[in-house]
């Protein structure tokens, strides 16, 4: 194709996404569109498979059967999430087999989160109120994606994400209530998810390669910073609600500016995580490769199902 067509394509292309005109899967895009929805979206949908470990891990050991099945069908709703999310990677040309298996060969990136090891009962409710909680806060934005496959997935993500945020905040309000080996367990909790939940909203503007180019493609609608200032804002009123005091020493309310002020992140810390040494990173990609080969009996009686039934309308 001559340069002339590819610019006055981009130009039109663009002239859609300034126009709020939702880009669909059969639309012209840019290969670089195309290479960073697929970087992202699937990305997203790891985060999702990986994100049920840490939860999965205290099913069998809830504190009673209601928690066990709200916890239950959080995690279900995790599988969910991460099939509507290989779903609309899809949809942009990627193979779901080699889309997997870039997370098994550690080729792609899941949140750097899901790293961190759920040592007691407080972290089922640290990472549903503040993870799911950071969650929202991205995705939210993400329903107005300018792609539209990934817009609608987040539409019914979200719903969920809601539910999960509150199961987390109610046991941390439980326990922040309860007997003070409780309340302790909730602090140690608040503790250690508190600075690893920021980082989820990725590096500060200036240090993101993606930002600047994901806004003007209206694939993000607000930055990394501005998020993470959202989620702050937030959530440090939850905690003392409850009577939980937020991990940082820096933090205070600027009546000025209407924000929270907070400590700097450890970005030494999340790129290492981000890079593969994180406390849980080698655990969590050595399940999820088990999980595969485990289930492989699955795919093969569903394809010999599948061969046996052409057969015989073939016949
Ligand atoms: N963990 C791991 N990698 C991260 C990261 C994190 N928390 N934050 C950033 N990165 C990576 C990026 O992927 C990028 O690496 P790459 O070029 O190899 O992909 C690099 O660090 C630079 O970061 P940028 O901010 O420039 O990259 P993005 O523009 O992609 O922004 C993001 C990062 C904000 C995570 C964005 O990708 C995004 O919004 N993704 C969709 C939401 C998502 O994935 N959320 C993860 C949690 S899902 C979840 O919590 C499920 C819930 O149900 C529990």
Not at 300 to 313: F, H, M, P, Q, S
């Amino acid at each position: 194709m001559k340069e002339l067509d590819i610019t006055e394509l981009e130009r039109k292309f663009q002239e859609k996404i300034d126009n709020e005109i939702r880009i669909e899967p059969n639309d012209w895009m840019p290969d670089a569109y195309r290479k960073t929805l697929i970087r992202q979206i699937s990305q997203h949908a790891h985060s999702e498979v990986v994100g049920m470990l840490p939860e999965g891990n205290w099913i069998t050991r809830a504190p009673n059967l209601r928690r066990k099945a709200v916890l239950l069908a959080k995690v279900q709703d995790e599988a969910g999430h991460g099939l509507y999310l290989y779903s609309a990677v899809e949809t942009l040309g990627a193979d779901r087999e080699e889309t997997i298996d870039d997370l098994h060969t550690g080729k792609a990136k899941y949140s750097s989160i899901f790293n961190y090891p759920t040592l007691t009962w407080a972290d089922m409710g640290a990472i549903g109120w503040l993870v799911d909680g950071a969650a929202i806060m991205n995705q939210v934005p993400l329903c107005r994606c300018s792609y539209g496959p990934y817009a609608r997935a987040m539409v019914r993500v979200c719903k969920e994400e809601s539910f999960h945020q509150r199961q987390g905040f109610e046991i941390m309000t439980k326990l922040a209530q309860g007997t003070p080996e409780q309340k302790a367990m909730a602090q140690d909790a608040l503790n250690r998810f508190w600075w690893p939940a920021l980082m989820m909203f990725g590096p500060n503007d200036a240090d993101s390669p993606h930002t600047a180019q994901s806004m003007k493609w209206k694939i993000k609608r607000h930055t990394n910073d501005e998020l993470r200032q959202q989620f702050v804002d937030i959530t440090v009123p939850q905690a003392e609600m409850i009577g939980l005091t937020v991990p940082d020493p820096d933090l205070k309310w600027n009546a000025e500016t209407g924000h929270y002020e907070f400590g700097e992140i450890n970005w030494d810390e999340f790129w290492q995580v981000v890079s593969g040494n994180g406390p849980c990173n080698k655990d969590r990609v050595d399940a999820r490769r088990k999980a595969k080969e485990d289930g492989s009996w699955v795919r093969e009686a569903a394809n010999a199902y599948a061969e046996k039934r052409k057969a015989r309308k073939a016949s």
